[in-house]
């Protein structure tokens, strides 16, 4: 049967990743043996499974119960001695864990898509997308970045409703659009539905063909994250997020304060994207720079906002929405951008 040999794969690595470390998740465990030194952003951290310190009776792995497959429930389910693992099909991909019964992985309902293609440099906005459009204030010209100026801004919460998969779960889980079948057989998606029309847009953004000279990976876990921003910049770096303490109802004025500070211009980008579980879209940027900005807005909300300027925009698209709001050409000037929270830039120190 696939799914209970597909669980019993992730078992045999779990038992390996768990047997060192049931205080902390293999993810956290993970950054803190490659980036010793650097903080994680809180929106990364809040994505962490919180793994309580478990006692004795909970610390062997040796004691392998049993794997089920429930057919009218659509789950499976492992139990180890105290640490079980149950996979319902159908959702959202949830991490969580339990002081009594150790790490569980649960589906739920997916969310609903946000617009995270504005990032994209193939994006292709429609004609009347600029008027109607909340955040076209998201692109602005370099020259525009100094304190006074405003921007008609929304700042929501963007972040993953559901937690980060352990590596050792995430590489088992066919990404790819040869296995789209199975993706959504796994999943219990039908085929024809708004979900499967999101996850297959995303992995074809995902094998798609990226600028000249960038190299960029979609990344299925934390670790994979980690791994392909250091494989470019070095483990000596900063990772950083917008910084929001207050959401926005609405789109309010937001004018930028006193200290805009240049991050660097060696810098990775990771942009959440829309999937059934958290997915990264991670490229190393050329001829870019990171900024951290101060911005005010009308009701007093303060946040420390990234902004990413490309210094070359000759190879987007002609009609990205970008240069339709700005009213440029592609490659004429700098084109900035604030980046919701959800999006994680690495920058070398």
């Given amino acids: 049967m696939l ?4 669980i019993w794969l992730a078992f045999l690595r779990l038992d390996l990743v768990l047997r060192e470390s049931l205080a902390a998740s ?33 610390t062997s792995l040796t004691n ?6 429930n057919q009218s429930a659509m789950s499976i389910g492992i139990n180890l001695g105290g640490i079980g693992i149950t996979l319902g099909l ?23 898509p946000g617009d995270d293609s504005l990032f994209s440099y193939k994006y292709a906005a429609i004609k009347t997308q600029p008027r109607s459009n909340t955040n076209i204030s998201l692109f602005f ?12 801004l929304c700042f929501i919460k963007t972040t993953p409703k ?15 659009s040869t296995k789209f079948s199975e993706i959504l057989k796994l999943f219990s998606v039908e085929s024809n539905s708004t979900n499967a029309d999101i996850m297959s ?83 190393n940027m050329h001829q870019a720079k990171a900024y951290m ?5 009308a009701d007093h909300n303060t946040l420390k906002a990234i902004a990413i300027c490309h210094l070359d925009t000759s190879k987007w698209n002609p009609i990205h929405l970008a240069f339709q709001v700005l009213k440029v050409k592609p490659g004429t000037i700098p084109i900035c951008h604030f980046l919701p929270e959800s999006h994680i830039v690495w920058v070398a120190k």
Wanted: contains cysteine; negative net charge.
């Fill in 3 to 6: 799914y209970p040999k597909f």
């Fill in 201 to 283: 847009r995303t992995i074809e953004e995902c094998e798609a063909e990226g600028l000249e000279g960038e190299e960029k990976n979609c990344a299925t876990s934390l670790e994979a994250q980690v791994d392909f921003s250091t494989s470019h910049l070095g483990k000596y770096v900063r990772v950083l997020t917008t910084e929001v303490d207050k959401y926005d109802k609405e789109q309010q004025e937001y004018i930028i304060g006193q200290g805009v500070k240049i991050l660097g211009e060696k810098i990775v980008v990771c942009h959440a994207k829309n999937y059934i579980y958290p997915i990264y879209y991670c490229h």
């Fill in 141 to 152: 010209k370099e020259k525009d970045m100094f304190p006074g100026k405003k921007f008609n």
């Fill in 90 to 112: 159908g959702g959202l991909v949830s991490v969580s864990w339990s002081p009594f019964s150790g790490p569980n992985i649960t589906l739920l309902p997916p969310s609903s």
């Fill in 162 to 176: 559901t937690k980060l998969i352990p590596r050792q779960i995430a590489d088992l889980i066919p990404f790819s």
């Fill in 64 to 69: 392998y119960t049993g794997l089920s497959y």
């Fill in 26 to 58: 293999p993810s956290q465990d993970y950054w803190r043996s490659v980036l010793p030194d650097t903080p994680m952003p809180k929106v990364l951290h809040e994505l962490l499974p919180t793994v309580p310190t478990l006692d004795n009776n909970h």
């Fill in 293 to 297: 900005v101060s911005l005010i807005g």
